[in-house]
Nanobody
């Protein structure tokens, strides 16, 4: 199993930036894909970005492309989500997830963090 702990959420004004962190522990080698998802009140959980520990392939949701960057520090077993030019519609609980293969849907991810709140004020 893989354990995930997110941090870095908070309150920021529109146009501002935040960096989320996801520290992974356990059998991380068994779950090479690391993704970020978010869920706003009253809405379904949606894909944000995904990468793999080995590097190379990253995928972004169209709504965050050009504003968010996913990256990883293999030595620290940590994945980051740098969020720039934040908008009020980015307000959500952000979840880190680990899975066997990169995907834009939540199904293949079977390890999830507890989530961190991001609130963007207008």
């Amino acid at each position: 199993q893989v354990q995930l702990v997110e941090s870095g959420g908070g309150l920021v004004q529109a146009g501002g930036s935040l960096r989320l962190s996801c520290a992974a522990s356990g059998r991380t080698f068994s779950r090479p894909a690391m993704g970020w998802f978010r869920q706003a009140p009253g809405k379904e959980r949606e894909f944000v970005a995904v990468t793999v520990w080995s590097g190379g392939r990253t995928i972004y949701a169209d709504s965050v492309k050009g504003r968010f960057t996913i990256s990883r520090d293999n030595a620290r077993n940590t994945v980051y989500l740098q969020m720039n030019t934040l908008k009020p519609e980015d307000t959500a609980v952000y979840y880190c997830a680990a899975g066997r293969a990169p995907s834009v849907v939540a199904g293949p991810f079977d390890s999830w963090g507890q989530g961190t709140q991001v609130t963007v004020s207008s």
